[in-house]
């Protein structure tokens, strides 16, 4: 089954800018879809088609996707940014869906 | 708006059933394959198995961790999608969220999640 790596934890201060990566063999010719967990409640999608945002998603919330390395770019971060964020795929050979581990962004 | 309800959690000894159930609304049903994930304690997403729309065959696919144990349904005319869990285990302890995706790609809309406990 294909594998996404993500970092366990990204700590950024407010205002500044956050990088989230997900590694994966060639993952630049795939889609990926990153979603947001806050403590107690359901993923939220912010990412699809790696660069696509869902209505009412902020703009501060960005995709890139190359190679072997899928990028979550929250520009401007907020304290209420402070969250899991999870890449995930559709594997097409293994017909199911892939998580990666997630990541816990702080907000220091 | 589009509302994904789960429902049919609790507490179950190891070795006995429970049935989830997740109850759709304001999105077409019939065209979304329905998936379930769950997610034990301080843990990632885990996939746990989907059921394809009608259109596409209604057939399941499962995680190996559950294949033989678990089985998913879909009832379109009441838009629900159940999850069965046969012989459950200690490690299936887990929040069981219901999804739907319709690309066969990403999830737009989830429940909020109901909480299985497998314990003696």
């Known amino acids: 089954s294909y594998v996404l790596t993500q970092p366990p934890s990204v700590s950024v201060a407010p205002g500044k800018t956050a990088t989230i990566t997900c590694g994966g063999n060639?993952?630049?010719?795939?889609?990926v879809h990153w979603y947001q967990q806050k403590p107690g409640q359901a993923p939220v999608l912010v990412i699809f088609?790696?660069?696509d945002r869902p209505s009412g998603i902020p703009e501060r919330f960005s995709g890139s996707n190359s190679g072997n390395t899928a990028t979550l770019t929250i520009s401007r971060v907020e304290a209420g940014d402070e969250a899991d964020y999870y890449c995930?795929?559709?594997?097409?050979?293994?017909?199911?869906?892939?998580f990666g581990g997630g990541t816990k962004l702080t907000v220091l | 708006e589009v509302q994904l309800v789960e429902s049919g959690g609790g507490l179950v000894k190891p070795g006995r059933s429970l049935r989830l159930s997740c109850t759709a609304s304001?999105?077409?049903?019939?065209?979304?394959?329905m998936t379930w994930f769950r997610q034990a304690p301080g843990k990632g997403l885990e996939w746990v198995g989907f059921?394809?729309?009608?259109?596409?065959?209604?057939?399941?696919e499962y995680a190996a961790s559950v294949k033989g144990r678990f089985t998913i349904s879909r009832d379109d005319s009441k838009t629900i999608a159940y999850l069965q869990m046969n012989s459950l285990k200690t490690e299936d302890t887990a929040v069981y969220y219901c999804?739907?995706?319709?690309?066969?790609?990403?999830?737009?809309?989830w429940g909020q999640g109901t909480l299985v406990t497998v314990s003696s």
């Open positions: 999804t739907g995706t319709y690309s066969y790609s990403h999830f737009d809309y």
């Open positions: 304001g999105f077409t049903f019939g065209d979304y394959a």
């Open positions: 059921i394809r729309s009608k259109a596409y065959g209604g057939t399941t």
């Open positions: 060639s993952i630049g010719s795939k889609s």
């Open positions: 088609y790696d660069t």
């Open positions: 995930q795929l559709w594997d097409s050979y293994s017909d199911h869906p892939v």
